[in-house]
């Protein structure tokens, strides 16, 4: 009797094992198709964000130039303004009426700052000046923005830098 039943039982699991296995097949070729997709989606994305990341630190850096351009513009009106030997100067003719000035010429030496490094294909592109006297103080706004460009890749920066005479 007990043989019988030990007989009995192994086929029955030989008969669950082969129906098992008849309903397996295929399954693992579905299983490797989703994950070759999403690993495919995955690489993807990350190509994605690797193109845009460094096209953003590519902006960036044209961004710093033009700013430094900018900077370089500000930098030399104020020491046109304050020089080292001498009184402070006004920004252009005063009109006598306002008794303001401004001056909105931008001097040869800065539409290229080919010579300077990391300026190569920058400018200051806008460069102006203007003042006006309050209780014999002068106040003077100077703006100034820079300009780089790389290829198709082009920044603008404009600063803006107040001063009084002493």
Do not use: H, W
């Amino acid at each position: 009797m007990y043989l019988r039943y030990g007989a009995k039982n192994s086929q029955t699991s030989v008969f669950t094992l082969n129906n098992t296995k008849a309903k397996q097949q295929g399954s693992s070729l579905v299983l490797a198709i989703f994950v070759l997709v999403v690993m495919l989606l995955l690489g993807t994305a990350l190509v994605r964000m690797l193109a845009t990341s460094s096209q953003s630190v590519a902006y960036e850096v044209l961004g710093t130039r033009a700013y430094q351009a900018a900077n370089i513009g500000a930098q030399q009106r104020l020491s046109m303004i304050f020089p080292v030997l001498g009184s402070a100067q006004r920004c252009g003719v005063p009109d006598p009426v306002t008794n303001r000035s401004s001056d909105n010429t931008v001097p040869n030496v800065l539409n290229t700052l080919g010579n300077v490094n990391g300026l190569k294909s920058c400018q200051v592109s806008a460069l102006s000046c203007s003042d006006f006297v309050v209780d014999g103080t002068t106040y003077y706004r100077i703006t100034a923005s820079g300009q780089c460009t790389a290829g198709e890749v082009q920044t603008l920066r404009t600063i803006e830098v107040e001063a009084r005479s002493l």
